[in-house]
């Protein structure tokens, strides 16, 4: 037999409460999917952060290596451009004192364009003094032309073309030398029929037209056709019209 006081510590409603604690904690507990969930975000907020720095790094340093070599590019480009025209200028000088060199012979009397055999030498001094020069020449008023011309082989050759007013027609004498340290080697002398007048080209009528020396483009020689620039003057000796002096640099060179 139960007491009243026995009875009461076990009833069915106690009973069930007792049986149903532990289910009820257990159910109270975080699931284990809940902790993995957090670990998983938490990783892959460390693992943005990282991207997202690394990718700002990265974009950093590829933008200013961009500007760094493209600051190097044109300082590189500045002076290569620099470098080509300090090196054209000189160029350019030289070709304009040779003319005035052979414009102030001439106009001093010390040679005459008439006398060939001094004239040749001074041609070919001016010529083998500056390595970019083409041609030294000089065209008279009746269309004849006399000029020093450095081939491109080595060899240089003393063009002359003379035309004669009875007949109205003109020859071409071609002597070829071979240059040497300080001598030139004559080889060979050729003569051929030519239509070469030298009043007819640019450089003779744009110095006829100027008042100074005057830069223009060339192309026609007496022996070939070559792209070339040229600076020509007028020779007035005691204010008589003699000729026109020209200096030659064919583009190739």
């Not at 149903?20 to 907020?45: C, D, V, W, Y």
């Not at 019209?241 to 583009?251: D, M, R, T």
Request: proline content about 5%; hydrophobic content about 45%.
């Amino acid at each position: 037999f139960c007491s009243a006081s026995g009875l009461a510590a076990w009833s069915p409603t106690r009973a069930a409460r007792q049986r149903r604690g532990p289910e009820t904690a257990i159910m109270a507990e975080p699931p284990p999917r809940s902790k993995i969930n957090l670990r998983t975000a938490l990783a892959a907020m460390v693992l943005l952060t990282v991207a997202l720095t690394a990718a700002i790094i990265h974009l950093s340093w590829s933008y200013t290596a961009q500007q760094n070599v493209s600051d190097v590019a044109q300082q590189l480009n500045r002076e290569i451009v620099a470098s080509i025209s300090h090196e054209l200028t000189g160029v350019l000088d030289n070709a304009t004192a040779a003319q005035e060199a052979l414009r102030s012979i001439f106009f001093q009397g010390a040679v005459a364009t008439t006398d060939e055999a001094k004239r040749a030498f001074i041609f070919l001094a001016l010529l083998r003094s500056q390595p970019a020069l083409s041609w030294v020449s000089f065209g008279w008023p009746d269309g004849s032309f006399f000029g020093a011309q450095k081939a491109g082989d080595g060899t240089i050759n003393m063009v002359e073309v003379k035309w004669d007013p009875a007949t109205g027609r003109a020859e071409r004498r071609v002597d070829h030398y071979l240059a040497e340290v300080g001598d030139i080697v004559f080889q060979d002398r050729m003569f051929e029929p030519s239509d070469y007048r030298a009043t007819a080209q640019p450089w003779y009528q744009a110095a006829l037209a100027a008042d100074a020396p005057v830069w223009s483009m060339v192309s026609d020689f007496p022996d070939h056709r070559r792209p070339a620039i040229g600076v020509s003057t007028k020779l007035v000796v005691y204010r008589k019209f003699v000729g026109v002096i020209g200096v030659v640099i064919e583009l190739e060179r």
